[in-house]
């Protein structure tokens, strides 16, 4: 187990409906020293990417990125998830339909912010379904920038997001990646990711993200 799995059995939570609170040392209350090994294990595994750009979407990615940020040296720009008063000029934006919320969110990212030059990472917390995180590489592809890797603290491997950002070819990076959870025992089931396939077939059904960058 390594040491995020092992913060997840000793703090987090399983709830009813497969969700799993990390609030005390994630995404509410944040253990510093705990992203900080995060920032550095994301740097190990990306340490062959030219990455000098780390994107990332409010609000519980930001706190993650900016530590991470640290041991690559480069700047964190947040996407927004709705229009600001200030918010000005040109802006990318992704509309994003969540299935599980019945909404749609629109991924905001000031044109000044993203070049063709940027070779990014993006992180984030949470990996279900990954709406939010197809938005962002839409984002990211309009700019004419590359999507170098995506870094993930928890994936929640029997939804659908992980494979389907993985078949469409990108080194995808979860540092836990939940299988199975339990409510009534609090049982966590992680993957063993030393025996990680490639390419697991996912079915067009399967993604049920439905995303589109406006104009
Ligand atoms: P999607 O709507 O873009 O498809 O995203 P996804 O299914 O991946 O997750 C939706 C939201 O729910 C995300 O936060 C994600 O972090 C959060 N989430 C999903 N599963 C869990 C879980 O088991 N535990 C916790 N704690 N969060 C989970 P968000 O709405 O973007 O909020 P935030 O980043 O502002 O906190």
Redesign the pocket.
Known sequence: MNFLEERIIKDGVVKEG??????SFL?HQMDIKLLDEMGAEFKRRFAKKPINKILT?????IGIACVAAQHFDVPVVFAKKSQSINLDGDMYVAE?E?F??KCRNHVIVAQRFLTPEDRVLII??????????QGLIQIVQSSGAIVEGIGIAIE?GF?S?GRIIRNLGFQLESLAIVDGMDAATGHIQFRDQSKMQENVFVSEDENI?RSSTLD
């Open positions: 497969n969700v799993l609170k990390v609030d995404n979407i409010e609000s519980s990615g994003v969540s599980t919320h984030d917390d949470f990996l279900a379904n990954g709406c939010a995180l929640k939804q997001g993200c």
